[in-house]
Nanobody
Framework: VQLQACGGGLVQPGGSLRLSCAAS????????MGWYRQAPGKQREPVAR???????SYADSVKGRFTISRDNAKNTVDLQMNSLKPEDTAVYYC?????????WGQGTEVTVSS
């Protein structure tokens, strides 16, 4: 399974970015997909998750600002990030879970700075 993430970049505080993760197989075959992030010097942490039946969950720090969505036809999972803050700066990783196996994408860097 390959997960290809894209959409990162440099954005000013208050700005928006949309990350996209493309899977090499049907995302309907995964139990869940999500996004994690790892800031410099910190552990990787979950950001948002979406299940096969559209159930979503978010880290408290991004609730109301980030939205995760899936497109089964395109086999993609997107993360719309609004009202970005400097503390959102991190490498963002796409994740998929299937039968207790975790799959990871290569990461896409997001920098929020003026």
């Amino acid at each position: 399974v390959q997960l290809q993430a894209c959409g990162g970049g440099l954005v000013q505080p208050g700005g928006s970015l949309r990350l996209s993760c493309a899977a090499s197989r049907s995302i309907g075959s995964f139990d869940a997909m999500g996004w994690y992030r790892q800031a410099p010097g910190k552990q990787r942490e979950p950001v948002a998750r979406i299940g096969s039946i559209e159930f979503t969950s978010y880290a408290d720090s991004v609730k109301g600002r980030f939205t995760i969505s899936r497109d089964n036809a395109k086999n993609t999972v997107d993360l719309q990030m609004n009202s970005l803050k400097p503390e959102d700066t991190a490498v963002y990783y796409c994740n998929a879970v299937s039968t207790l196996t975790n799959y990871w994408g290569q990461g896409t860097e997001v920098t929020v700075s003026s």
